[in-house]
């Protein structure tokens, strides 16, 4: 296993159009987690899934964002509606056991023009 | 409202010498504590935890402290390498798997 995977890296996207993220956790990880960054911030969490169940979400999780974890593996995060404030950093993270804090993917970086 | 504070947006050092990284708390609730180092264009990579019941944990250059009084933690890093430079977020939880982070510092070790 070589860690989170995310894809795709990098997407440049015209604003009003979708945009969808996938992410591979460690495939011991149960929980996953989704968070965006911006310049010059830290993350800011978006959203958690515990194996197929979304148990939180932050109110930064707009209407036209959503994500899904349909057999509790890899996850998908829906943009609709792109907008210019969505370019961002996006990460996801899994774990098992808080204690060790979760492992990070590379993240995708969403350029919205 | 930024509940995790990183007052020092960088750092620069002297290979060899001490870093000091501060982050600040306002939730009374926090009761773990991580730090992260990410290099440009690679996610977060975990590097020490530190739970409410220490006040201090080590693991080989880096220790983290916790003052609970005074709501703040520090990372140490001795002796630092040209290899530690790199942005360092700290992040705190209350009960619960939600992490909110600070900024980040930047921190430069000259070699």
């Known amino acids: 296993d070589t860690g989170v995977s995310q894809d795709p890296r990098h997407k440049i996207t015209k604003r009003g159009q979708n945009v969808t993220f996938r992410c591979d956790p460690i495939?011991?990880?149960?929980?996953l987690y989704w968070y965006r960054q911006t310049l010059g911030q830290g993350p800011e969490f978006l959203t958690y899934?515990?194996?197929?169940?979304?148990?939180?979400k932050s109110r930064l999780l707009s209407d036209r964002f959503s994500a899904e974890r349909p057999k509790g593996s890899f996850s998908t995060l829906e943009i609709q509606r792109t907008e210019q404030g969505d370019s961002a950093m996006y990460l996801c993270?899994?774990?098992?056991?808080?204690?060790?804090?979760?492992?990070f993917g590379s993240g995708t970086r969403l350029t919205v023009v | 409202d930024q509940q995790v504070k990183q007052n020092s947006p960088s750092l620069s050092v002297q290979e060899g010498r001490i870093s000091i990284l501060n982050c600040d708390y306002t939730n009374s609730m926090f009761d773990y504590f991580l730090w992260y180092k990410k290099y440009p264009a690679e996610g977060p990579t975990f590097l020490i935890s530190?739970?409410?019941?220490?006040d201090k944990n080590e693991d080989g250059r880096f220790t983290v402290f916790l003052n609970k009084s005074a709501k703040h933690l520090s990372l140490h890093i001795v002796p630092s390498q040209p290899g530690d430079s790199a942005v360092y977020f700290c992040a705190a939880s209350a009960i619960g798997n939600q992490f909110y982070f600070g900024t980040g510092t930047s921190l430069t070790v000259i070699p």
């Open positions: 899934f515990q194996n197929e169940a979304q148990l939180e």
């Open positions: 993270a899994s774990s098992s056991r808080t204690v060790y804090g979760y492992t």
């Open positions: 530190i739970s409410s019941i220490k």
């Open positions: 495939s011991e990880h149960n929980r």
